[in-house]
């Protein structure tokens, strides 16, 4: 990730635009990107700020390029590489047994005189002799682990200069989400995959239901409620490379911007950010896929089939049931597959369901995971390795039944 | 499950600490806003519960406390006491004692305000004593957070953990800097006692204040000489730390701490190879800036900065800008001057500040003595201080790290070969470090570039030339 010194976001009419390099106007970009994997793959052994002065040298000529933007690809280099660490402090060591040394012969002088007897080369050499080494290997190593004066070890690259250039657009989106104070993300696919990755970003949400299968989800951290803070501008940058891999969203942020002012920050699936991570599953399980293929997609005895379009959310529990029917009299049963199973992911099912006992919800429970003897109970229909559809439709209609009885009575 | 317990839980509100807020939830209908006054707590409809800051935690113990009939339960952890391993301060001076009482009175909850050199930190050290809390040190820079770690080994006897400069050890005696603090203080903010604010004229800051905010510590002490912001957000500390317990009268610091020395300007010629160079880019940026100001007559440096980006040329001005920097601080005579220094102050200690880290690691090599820099290992520190304090080491070379009251050992001579001239703050604060033995005064040479001085001279007296100003602008 860059910092806050790499940031190259243009703030205009309130709006805020990170720093994008364009497919058609940065097209020669590509050639740039090239020459920098270049510069890093073929640098090995090389000091870090000799690969800097290479990079900045590149674009000594491009009329399109502030110094931010290349400190910004250097960073995203070093990121992808290996320096050499000096983990055991020899560099430090050495120092402090060489400037001991050194002590008593200070101060080193150009010529000696009558008063200083001590040459500098002499001096050096007399040292290097008593640590049994020549005085150029010390003098090389004495500030080894200055971040600057670092050598490149391995470099693991990127994939191409394409995917450099993604990278160098996602990271900038996310240097620009560091003074935000809010994100809301409005989303009709993948609301699961948006709302673990925001969970495991460590930000709250809010979930608000604004249409059929669409859905508002405002993400913040605990402070926000007290008064507006960006500390969790972080988090939320975090969570954007999971969000760009999701599919049906737009995403509004607020943002502080460096005159104290607020500007919004717009993007959606459709502005073409690459994530470096692959898109969600489709399905989470085999056991899922081959029941959605089962049922298809065309109504059966009046029920239709739809997937994860259903989002209950009771504070910070949100659950998505994988699927859910909708009858053509409007009866709607949430439909959850259990595929593996621990006592602890059962117990938290229980809890969850619990809390969401006000909607009908149909559990598909695999044999192996029943004790000897042990009923299945309500809304359950037990499986082997695939569910089939008998015991589902059946399991629906006694549903639909018991819902018309209550209407009735 | 026992039901008992299973009740309990349910029926009695539960306090605790929550990513750097406290969070009560508690059976519906529990009378917050009356027990705990309208302001105090604040619904979260996001987790069905009440919420504050963390740092309101002393007011809302007390409420607790004053609380009959109802059991609560508080999660808040409650940090452990300290036990010293070794106690070894000095006796406090009366004004530190007054201070100390001050604090004290102030249901140990205040600012002290003490002229530099006065001994803000073993008024801080004696708090931490007679307390015996689980301490957090919050300093503005790495330097000051390692000197607080000594300055509570030497004094306490106790090796108080780090948080800061990539190391991540905490201890119920911490020191971390005020960055790291407001990174990690949603995890750590509950840990402790008693938070002491060094410097405290940084923590109101957008950000760093809310180190102060998350965190829940009932006792806080704030230290600073000059608690004034220029955006006046300085009346921000009565809320942050509490009021001021102390403030002690300049005139009772005059004349007693700050010792006197003499300052001896070193004038350098740069090479003719430097010399060229370095006219080279003058030229070269005037030149430019002439060219821009024929149609836009405001241009000044930060047009140059925002075109730097979309022009290779504003860029290559910057460069030359950036160069003449270098050059002005890196100029190979200042090591011959700094030889001829330390020849003449040879068996007294010194101390060289640089204006850049290239430069300090230029003098160390070049001279084979110790730096103290910013990414300067912790033991090493020690042991160059160490060294340096006990004579073994003769010289010490430090970049700018002076304008906060980083203690240096005493030193009878003083080089600075920074680009600028020293301000007249980094001048009073050497003021600690230089002390008078005997009848000789301690010095402070200041090693500058004379050719650049005479550029700036000669460029004063054009004044009215539309160019003539941009170097102040610049600087």
Redesign the interface.
Same mark, same amino acid.
């Given at each position: 990730m860059l910092t806050r010194e790499h940031a190259i976001v243009d703030y205009r009419d309130g709006r805020a635009f990170p720093d994008c390099l364009d497919r058609r106007r940065h097209a020669h970009y590509l050639g740039y990107a090239e020459r920098m994997l270049a510069i890093y793959a073929g640098g090995i052994g090389r000091e870090r700020r000799a690969l800097h002065r290479d990079v900045e040298t590149l674009f000594?000529?491009? *009329?399109?390029? *502030?110094? +931010? &933007?290349i400190r910004a690809f250097a960073k995203l280099l070093d990121d992808a590489s290996t320096y050499t660490s000096d983990p055991k402090?020899e560099a430090?060591r050495l120092?402090?047994r060489?400037?001991?040394a050194?002590?008593r !012969?200070? *101060?080193?002088?150009?010529e000696k005189d009558r008063?200083?007897e001590h040459p500098?080369g002499e001096?050096?050499a007399a040292?290097a002799r008593d640590l049994g080494e020549a005085w150029d290997d010390i003098?090389a190593r004495? !500030?080894a682990?200055?971040?600057s004066f670092q050598r490149l070890e391995s470099f693991e690259g990127y994939a191409g200069p394409e995917a450099l250039l993604s990278r160098y657009n996602v990271a900038q989106l996310q240097a620009c989400l560091y003074g935000a104070e809010r994100m809301t993300v409005r989303a009709t696919r993948d609301v699961k995959t948006i709302l673990r990755y925001a969970k495991l970003a460590?930000l709250?949400?809010?979930v608000r239901r604004v249409g059929p299968g669409e859905y508002l989800i405002e993400f913040?951290? *605990?402070?926000s409620?007290?008064r507006q803070? &960006? +500390?969790y501008g972080v988090n939320l940058a975090r969570f954007v490379p999971a969000l760009l891999a999701c599919r049906g969203w737009t995403m509004t942020a607020v943002l502080r911007t460096p005159w104290k002012t607020r500007a919004v920050l717009e993007v959606s699936d459709r502005d073409r950010y690459t994530s470096a991570l692959p898109p969600p599953q489709e399905f989470d399980s085999s056991v899922e896929e081959t029941f959605a293929a089962k049922f298809g997609p065309e109504e059966r005895d009046g029920w239709r089939l739809e997937r994860e379009t259903e989002v209950l959310a009771d504070?910070?529990t949100a659950f998505v049931p994988d699927f859910v029917f909708r009858h053509a009299d409007g009866a709607t049963v949430l439909f959850e597959i259990v595929g593996f199973w621990t006592p602890e992911y059962l117990a938290k099912k229980r809890e969850t369901l619990r809390r969401f006992r006000g909607h009908t919800v149909l559990l598909a429970v695999p044999e192996r995971s029943l004790r000897d003897g042990a009923e299945p109970g309500e809304h359950v229909v037990v499986y082997k390795t695939a569910i089939q559809l008998g015991p589902v439709m059946e399991a629906l209609e006694t549903v639909r039944r018991r819902a018309g009885q209550t209407g009735d009575g | 499950m026992r039901s008992s317990d299973t009740e309990r839980t349910a029926e009695s509100p539960r306090l605790r600490f929550?990513?750097?807020?406290l969070l009560l939830d508690g059976p519906d209908g529990t009378p917050v806003r009356d027990l705990f006054g309208p302001d105090l707590w604040?619904w979260?409809?996001? $987790?069905?519960a009440w919420?504050?800051?963390a740092m309101r935690y002393a007011a809302v113990r007390r409420v607790l406390k004053e609380c009959p009939g109802r059991a609560w339960r508080n999660d808040v952890p409650e940090p452990p006491p300290v036990h010293w391993p070794a106690v070894n301060l000095p006796d406090l001076r009366p004004e530190q004692r007054e201070a100390l009482a001050g604090w004290r009175a102030a249901d140990r909850r205040g600012q002290v305000i003490m002229p530099t050199g006065t001994g803000k930190t073993e008024v801080a050290l004696a708090a931490m004593a007679e307390t015996g809390a689980a301490t957090l040190v919050v300093a503005p820079i790495r330097d000051l957070m390692y000197q607080w770690h000594r300055r509570i080994l030497k004094g306490l006897g106790y090796d108080a953990g780090i948080v800061g400069d990539t190391l991540y050890n905490l201890q119920p005696v911490t020191v971390t800097t005020y960055d790291s603090a407001?990174i990690h203080m949603?995890r750590i903010g509950a840990r402790f006692g008693l938070i002491v604010f060094d410097e405290e004229h940084h923590l109101p800051g957008?950000?760093r204040r809310?180190a102060a905010?998350?965190c829940t510590a009932p006792m806080r002490l704030g230290l600073t000489a000059t608690p004034e912001r220029s955006d006046g957000r300085h009346v921000d500390l009565e809320h942050l730390v509490g009021p001021v317990a102390y403030d002690m009268p300049l005139a009772r610091a005059r004349g007693r701490t700050l010792a006197e020395y003499d300052v001896v300007r070193v004038p350098v010629a740069l090479t003719p190879q430097e010399q060229a160079t370095y006219d080279a880019c003058s030229r070269q940026i005037r030149h430019f800036i002439a060219e821009r100001r024929r149609d836009r007559p405001g241009y000044s440096w930060k047009d140059l900065c925002a075109e730097?980006?979309?022009?290779?040329v504003a /860029? /290559?001005a910057?460069k030359a800008y950036y160069l003449k920097k270098s050059i002005e601080d890196r100029a190979a005579e200042k090591l011959?001057v700094l030889?001829d220094l =330390? /020849?003449l102050h040879?068996g007294q200690r010194t101390i060289v500040f640089a204006g850049s880290?290239a430069m300090a690691?230029e003098v160390?090599?070049? =001279?084979? $003595?110790?730096t103290i820099l910013s990414?300067?290992?912790k033991?090493?520190r020690l042991? $160059?201080l160490d060294?340096f304090a006990e004579g073994?080491?003769? $010289?010490l070379v430090a970049n700018r790290v002076l304008d906060e009251g980083v203690d240096v050992p005493e030193a009878k001579v003083a080089v600075v070969i920074g680009g600028q001239a020293s301000t007249r703050q980094a001048k009073q604060r050497l003021g600690r470090i230089l002390r008078r033995t005997g009848a000789a005064r301690a010095v402070l040479y200041e090693v500058v570039c004379e050719d650049t001085k005479d550029v700036h001279r000669s460029r004063s007296r054009r004044r009215s030339d539309a160019y003539a100003r941009t170097r102040h602008r610049r600087l």
């Open positions: 000594a000529e491009e *009329p399109d390029c *502030p110094l +931010r &933007r402090g430090s120092r402090l060489v400037f001991e050194a002590a !012969y200070h *101060p080193l002088v150009r008063l200083f500098e001096t050096k040292i003098d004495l !500030y682990d200055v971040l460590r709250l949400h809010e913040t951290g *605990p402070a409620v007290l803070t &960006r +500390r504070g910070q | 929550d990513r750097g807020t604040t979260d409809g996001r $987790v069905g919420r504050c800051d407001y949603d957008q950000c809310e905010l998350m730097s980006g979309a022009d290779p /860029r /290559r910057q011959r030889e =330390f /020849r040879a880290n690691m160390s090599r070049r =001279f084979l $003595v110790p990414h300067t290992p033991r090493e042991a $160059v060294g073994r080491l003769p $010289v």
